[in-house]
């Protein structure tokens, strides 16, 4: 596993003290951590301890309710839900979310929209930057198909494909959103041991051949601390720990609240 480089030292998404209350129920209490450029940071917790809650926030479907987030440097609490992907953040999540009617190109290239500059009325119209603009669309989705060893099925509807690969075009999708950083939401759901052997060499992939951050929600403890520089750990509501996998294996409360056993 590679760590962060002194490049990699820049922090990336910076959250601060957030907090979020539904009605009477804590869901996070002032949490924070940095995501420096070019890591895998590792999220961690029992159910209910607010990880999807803060993933939640970092993608605008959730506003906290005190603390701040920022995206290089940025205030990502001023962005709208559909501005994230343009901003830079991508995300896949735990239930697969693909149009199980369209090809597993097209459901690529949706990811694409972020990025494309030409506007809608020249689409219409097809003139030649739209045109332009598609053409390289195309052939960014068909190197990201190929790179996840999609091309084989590029043309086959995605309902009709294997769990696992269907999760594969959704991290495609992402990939196409050329995101600075990628939030990836239980990955490892629903996949048999090979395949998270795989997941866990392309997450590596991911940040050492694209240059793309991860922040990684995941319960598989055997991946989380295979592939991460970093791990923070939330219960309830509440940071808990923070540190390289090692430290956090060998954290006596962690190893308490969550891993189980006694601290060696």
């Given at each position: 596993?590679?760590?962060?480089?002194?490049?990699?030292?820049?922090?990336?998404?910076?959250?601060?003290?957030?907090?979020?209350?539904?009605?009477?129920?804590?869901?996070?209490?002032?949490?924070?951590?940095?995501?420096?450029?070019?890591?895998?940071?590792?999220?961690?917790?029992?159910?209910?301890?607010?990880?999807?809650?803060?993933?939640?926030?970092l993608?605008?479907?959730?506003?906290?309710t005190?603390?701040?987030?920022?995206?290089?440097?940025?205030?990502l609490?001023?962005?709208?839900?559909?501005?994230?992907?343009?901003?830079?953040?991508?995300?896949?999540?735990?239930?697969?979310?693909?149009?199980?009617?369209?090809?597993?190109?097209?459901?690529?290239?949706?990811?694409?929209?972020?990025?494309?500059?030409?506007?809608?009325?020249?689409?219409?119209?097809?003139?030649?930057?739209?045109?332009?603009?598609e053409?390289?669309?195309?052939?960014?989705?068909?190197?990201?198909?190929?790179?996840?060893?999609?091309?084989?099925?590029?043309?086959?509807?995605?309902?009709?494909?294997?769990?696992?690969?269907?999760?594969?075009?959704?991290?495609?999708?992402?990939?196409?959103?050329?995101?600075?950083?990628?939030?990836?939401?239980?990955?490892?759901?629903?996949?048999?041991?090979?395949?998270?052997?795989?997941?866990?060499?392309?997450?590596r992939?991911?940040?050492?051949?694209?240059?793309i951050?991860?922040?990684?929600?995941?319960?598989?403890?055997?991946?989380?601390?295979?592939?991460?520089?970093?791990?923070?750990?939330?219960?309830?509501g509440?940071?808990?720990?923070?540190?390289?996998?090692?430290?956090?294996?060998?954290?006596?409360?962690?190893?308490?609240?969550?891993?189980?056993?006694?601290?060696?």
């Open positions: 596993m590679r760590s962060a480089d002194s490049a990699s030292n820049q922090t990336l998404i910076s959250v601060t003290a957030v907090s979020v209350v539904f009605g009477a129920v804590q869901a996070l209490k002032d949490v924070s951590f940095d995501l420096r450029r070019g890591e895998i940071l590792g999220l961690i917790g029992p159910n209910g301890a607010g990880k999807t809650t803060l993933f939640n926030c993608s605008r479907l959730y506003t906290p005190s603390g701040q987030i920022r995206l290089k440097g940025q205030d609490l001023a962005l709208r839900p559909d501005q994230i992907a343009g901003a830079g953040i991508g995300r896949t999540f735990q239930n697969v979310a693909c149009f199980g009617s369209m090809t597993v190109r097209d459901n690529v290239l949706t990811g694409c929209h972020a990025h494309i500059a030409s506007s809608s009325w020249l689409e219409a119209l097809r003139l030649p930057a739209a045109r332009r603009a053409a390289a669309a195309r052939a960014e989705i068909e190197e990201i198909l190929n790179w996840l060893d999609l091309g084989g099925v590029a043309d086959r509807m995605v309902g009709d494909l294997p769990f696992g690969t269907r999760k594969r075009v959704e991290y495609a999708r992402a990939l196409a959103m050329r995101p600075d950083v990628i939030l990836l939401d239980e990955p490892a759901a629903g996949l048999n041991h090979e395949e998270v052997h795989v997941l866990g060499d392309l997450i992939r991911t940040r050492d051949e694209r240059g951050t991860v922040l990684l929600v995941e319960h598989h403890m055997s991946l989380v601390m295979s592939v991460s520089d970093r791990v923070v750990v939330l219960n309830f509440q940071k808990l720990a923070e540190g390289t996998p090692a430290e956090i294996q060998r954290h006596p409360e962690v190893i308490h609240a969550y891993l189980g056993g006694q601290a060696a």
